[in-house]
């Protein structure tokens, strides 16, 4: 018994990206920053050479990653999520090389929360989480009004669905 279920087409913002990115580059260059002054360190006060050695690698690979995250993988993520909710589950997919497509029953559902940094409610998005029993799965970027109507929905269908269980009832 197969269960044919269509593809994901929901996508998130395309000002995931620019999001995406201003937090990236304040959490590299606030790294940058502390691994400059440990350098600085290490020349003031003449610590071992070896830990200026081990500084300096870790700021060029630091860079690097900087460059991966900030120019390369936002736009990556955005193109590459997708996301569908209907009354039977809540799908999530993405990843192009190592790629996840996650299926979570409305009847396992038991709460939804939106997030929004500062960041975020600067271009009015927010992060929708679904949580389960096991486990937690994250929408990212999502446009307000979008969110708030996915927050309704997937409310709405996993109580419509806990309701109509006859899992839970008393006695069983």
């Known amino acids: 018994m197969y269960l044919h279920i269509s593809e994901p087409t929901e996508t998130i913002s395309d000002k995931a990206t620019k ?5 990236n580059t304040i959490g ?7 691994i400059g002054i440990l350098i600085i360190c290490t020349n003031q006060f003449n610590w071992y050479d070896w830990v200026g050695i081990v500084l300096y690698v870790l700021g060029g690979l630091f ?5 991966f995250s900030i120019f390369i993988e936002p736009i990556y993520l955005q193109r590459t999520w997708r996301y569908q909710v209907d009354r039977e589950f809540v799908q999530l997919k993405f990843g192009k090389w ?14 939804v929360r939106t997030e929004q ?9 927010y992060d929708l989480e679904i949580g389960t029993t096991t486990s937690n799965h994250k929408i990212p970027a999502i446009p307000a009004q979008v969110a708030k109507s996915l927050k309704s929905d997937i409310a709405t ?5 806990d309701n109509n269980s006859e899992e839970g009832d008393i006695g069983a």
Not at 63 to 67: Q, T
């Open 157 to 161: 269908f996993a109580k419509t669905r």
């Open 63 to 67: 860079i690097v990653s900087a460059v």
């Open 19 to 23: 999001v995406w990115r201003i937090s």
């Open 98 to 111: 190592q790629q996840q497509h996650v299926l979570i029953p409305m009847e396992k559902v038991e709460f």
């Open 28 to 34: 590299h260059t606030t790294v940058l920053i502390i």
């Open 117 to 125: 940094g500062p960041i975020m409610r600067r271009y009015d998005l």
